[in-house]
Every structure is written in C-alpha cells, then in structure tokens.
C-alpha cells in the first residue's frame, strides 16, 4: 500500500522535472543542495573517515576510540534524517554499551597499548581489492538507480515520523511478536554470555580440590600474560 | 534530501567494514568492522523508511531490531574472543587454524599428552609431506610450550 502511496509521489518528481537536467523545478538537485544536505554530506565525510581510521590504524584503543566518532555521526545522519528515537537509541546502545563492551575486550585480552605491528593481516591487498571493487559496484548501482529520487523530509502537522509516539506505536501496534522473540533473544544471548564467561571461573574453583589441575589453570593465565 | 546521500554512505561504510573484517587479525578488530557493517544498513533501512513513508514504520522498527541483535552478537562474540584468549593467549583469528583441511598431520598442534603420541604416527607423514607444514608447526609448538 505504501509502494502505491509512494509512487504517484515520485512520478510527480520526475514528471515535474526530468531526470537528466538535474535541476529539478520543486526539488533542488545536485548543483544547489539544500542545507540539511550540505549537513549531511558534511557529516558523512567525518563518519567515513573515522570509519577508514577504524579499519586501519594500527592502535587498538584508538579504532575504539574512532569507532565511537563513527557511530556518533551516524546518529546524527539519523537526525538529520528525522528519525530521532533511533538516534538517541543508537547513541545509547553503540555509543554507551558496545562501544564500551569492545574496550572492555580490548582490556581483558590485554592489548597493547601502542602500535602493534601485526594488526593487519597478511591479505590486506586482498581484502582492499575486494572492498574496492564492492564499492565501485555498489555506488555505481546505487547512484545509478536512486538519481532521481528525493526524500520529503517536511514535516506534517502533529509528531514527526521519527518520533518516539509514531514509532512507539508503530512498534506495539504492528511489532508486538518480533518485538516478545526479540526480548527472549536477548535473555539468550545474556545467559549464554553468563554462561560463557562463567565456565572457566567455575574450573578455578573446582580446580582447588583437584590438585592436579590446580596448576594447569594458573600456568595457563601466566602463559597468556606473556604472550 | 537527496536519496543518493544516505545511500552512498552506507554503501561506503559497508565497504569499510567489509575491508576491517576482512584485512584485520584482532578479532575484536573484526567485531569493530563487523559493527560498522550493520550500522551501514542500519543507515540505510531508516533512509528507504524515511522515504517511503510507510504505515507500519518497517524501517524504523526493522533498524531497533538489528540495534538489539548487534547489542546481543557483540556480548556473545566479545565472550567468545574471552574465552579463546584465555584458551589460547592469542585472539588473532588467522591462528586459529585448528579446523583447517590441511594435507599434512592431523591435529598435530593439540596440546597435552596426545601431542606426544601422536608426534609418533605423523613422522611418517611428514616426510611424505611437504617441508611447509613443519615450518607453520614448528613455531606454533614452540610458542605453545613459551
């Protein structure tokens, strides 16, 4: 329904201004971007670039560190997009607890603190290769069929599309079962990390009984803090 | 807005995190790029739902689904990575090799007692073998034992 809601809108775009001028007469094209775009583009650029030193520095806790840039940044694409509920739950759980989760890792496996050397892999040209060619397909493809299209960010009277209300309804309204599976998905996933985390603390402590294992487990540790 | 915008980004950063996971060794490193993966089509469902303008808001409520799913992929993969650390002493993914399909010995890298009953049936195998497999071996025991 929404696809046939949609479509008269766009075929009044590209009927109102044909797609290979650019210069549409209702909308602004590529030439004359209107500010929420310039915001956008502006924005993406850092985004991308915190990404790019993400994936390629050679200091663990600074791609943390980067990482944090990244996703704030798109959370602020979410509010420039108008979808504001999702911004502010991805600066909550990326920014507050995963981001927070990976230093967390980054401290418990002991990384080193300034440059490691071996960071990379050895097929990296491989890799960029690859990831090179992927983007060369996808922004030509992408480009190539969204050229004319634009996104009505006016807004209508009463709440935002974005907003909480529209999305908290929208999601106890239409989501309610995906919603419950999810819940239950995530009290696996914590089990399942309790569970993970906690298996090797319960052969600490078993192992003071058994004397034989009692030095395997810290021969262990001392083992992983050298290497 | 142009819908080419939110598109392309998350196209880019898509790449992004397909280059991390796949140049990087960490593995926490790959669960970083693997993050910057989801947040690209993350980007992009609430872009397409931004512009359709749907009733059910599939968009939105499709992006908070995949927020959990991640919040819920990186406790368990950050407890996986623990655990092999404290297994292991290293979380370079490209050691952990001990399930490859390899033509030379067997399980030759477990740890233990069974190293010392099976060093005697591959001797055979590797001399039959080429000289390669106890080149990767040998530097893998010897930091086993470090």
């Not at chain 1, 419950?180 to 319960?202: M, P, Q, T």
């Not at chain 2, 950063?13 to 397909?18: D, H, I, N």
Request: proline share 4%.
């Amino acid at each position: 329904m929404s696809a046939l809601l949609v479509q008269p809108l766009v075929g009044g775009h590209t009927g109102a201004a044909p797609a290979h001028t650019g210069l549409a007469a209702g909308h602004p094209g590529f030439l004359s971007p209107s500010g929420v775009e310039i915001v956008f583009v502006l924005v993406g650029l850092v985004t991308l670039g915190a990404a790019l030193v993400t994936v390629t520095t050679r200091q663990l806790v600074h791609a943390a560190l980067w990482l944090v840039v990244a996703l704030g940044g798109i959370a602020v694409e979410y509010l420039l997009l108008t979808a504001e509920f999702i911004a502010w739950v991805q600066v909550l759980i990326y920014v507050g607890s995963v981001v927070v989760l990976i230093l967390f890792g980054l401290m418990l496996t002991r990384a080193p603190i300034g440059r490691s050397p071996d960071a990379d892999s050895g097929n990296r040209w491989i890799a960029l290769v690859v990831s090179l060619a992927a983007a060369a397909t996808l922004v030509t493809v992408v480009v190539d069929a969204f050229r004319a299209t634009w996104i009505d960010l006016e807004e209508r009277t009463g709440p935002g599309q974005g907003s909480s209300e529209v999305t908290g309804t929208a999601l106890f309204r239409h989501w309610v079962l995906p919603f419950e599976a999810l819940s239950v998905l995530l009290l696996a996933a914590l089990v399942g990390a309790i569970v993970l985390s906690k298996r090797n603390s319960d052969a600490g402590s078993g192992s003071g009984s058994r004397p034989g294992s009692t030095d395997s487990v810290p021969a262990r540790r001392n083992k992983a803090g050298e290497s | 807005m142009h819908l080419a915008y939110p598109a392309v980004l998350a196209v880019l950063l898509f790449c992004v995190g397909l280059y991390g996971v796949l140049a990087r060794r960490n593995a926490i490193l790959v669960l970083m790029a693997v993050e910057l993966m989801l947040n690209a089509v993350n980007l992009n469902l609430v872009a397409f739902d931004v512009w359709l303008r749907d009733t059910l808001h599939a968009g939105q409520a499709l992006t908070l689904f995949t927020i959990a799913i991640a919040a819920a992929e990186i406790g368990i993969g950050l407890a996986i990575v623990l655990l092999v650390y404290r297994n292991r002493g290293s979380s370079d993914i490209d050691r952990l090799r001990d399930l490859r399909e390899s033509d030379g010995p067997p399980g030759g890298d477990s740890s233990g007692g069974s190293r010392d009953e099976k060093s005697v049936a591959p001797a055979t195998d590797n001399d039959a073998g080429s000289g390669s497999d106890q080149r990767v071996q040998g530097p893998a025991a010897g930091r086993r034992h470090a």
